[in-house]
């Protein structure tokens, strides 16, 4: 494919099928790794990678290069090796091969593949994908987002505004700032609140499980740039807590703490 701008919605809608695909075979091969063990290391910034991590970028970076040549890939592993492109205004993707690495080295189900497309410094187009838990999210249009279980047909998914009665709140079952999050939860009324490890929070959001997903403490573009478009296809948003939209091609590639919301309506 040619991905050139402006990008328009029939560009959005055609990446939809091949990088499914991608993200399945990803999948796939973090399950046959999970299945025949693995090695866990720690990389220079003390976090773990795993070889389901190499796995599924190996089958990632060589099929978005044939699917859309010429277009720069910015990878979690790679870029930790030091292959790092330049994040300007062109199109390029941003992959977190295994997004919650340590839920999958903890025996959890609730870690994704994680591909995203950049346009102009922001997310375009984006696909989640949980393995474990046969849940797959993806734009089809920057106004749908869709939904799939167990590899199945996707149906179209929304936001929902936030129930009278008060919202429901993910957030991260590992990371982030307790005592700050702690606050920020005695202040928004929350009636509920689910835990969830990795970016498939955003797909919470976007089918309505949920309502706001705040995050205090660092993650990187890898982590939010899928979930940030399909959330933004849904009708939801994702800012900084200052109310600009998240946007990308920051030093180091470093988010600051945001808010994700299901719903800006």
């Not at 046969?134 to 199945?152: E, P, V």
Request: glycine share 14%; proline share 7%; net charge negative.
């Amino acid at each position: 494919m040619d991905l050139g701008t402006p990008f328009s919605d029939q560009d959005i809608i055609g990446l939809a099928g091949p990088v499914r695909a991608i993200a399945e075979a990803a999948g796939d091969a973090i399950m046959e790794t999970q299945s025949r063990g693995y090695d866990v290391t720690k990389k220079e910034d003390r976090t773990p990678v795993t070889d389901a991590d190499h796995a599924a970028e190996a089958a990632i970076l060589p099929a978005l290069r044939e699917l859309t040549p010429g277009v720069p890939i910015l990878s979690e592993e790679a870029a930790a090796k030091g292959d790092i492109p330049k994040v300007g205004l062109d199109p390029i993707w941003v992959v977190d091969p295994l997004d919650g690495t340590r839920e999958f080295v903890e025996g959890g189900t609730e870690f994704a593949v994680c591909i995203g497309l950049l346009v102009g410094r922001l997310p375009v187009f984006g696909l989640l994908h949980g393995p474990a838990m046969g849940l797959t999210y993806w734009t089809a249009g920057r106004r749908t987002a869709m939904r799939a279980r167990h590899g199945g047909a996707g149906e179209p998914v929304h936001g929902r505004p936030v129930p009278a009665s008060g919202p429901t709140v993910v957030t991260s079952r590992f990371h982030g700032d307790s005592k700050r999050l702690a606050a920020y939860l005695e202040a928004s009324g929350m009636t509920d609140r689910i835990f969830m490890s990795s970016a498939l929070k955003f797909g919470l959001l976007a089918d309505g499980t949920a309502d706001l997903y705040p995050r205090f403490g660092p993650t990187s573009e890898w982590d939010t740039a899928a979930g940030q478009a399909i959330l933004s296809a849904a009708g939801g948003s994702v800012t900084t807590l200052d109310g600009e939209v998240l946007g990308y091609g920051k030093p180091n590639f470093l988010n600051p703490d945001f808010l994700a919301r299901g719903s800006d309506g």
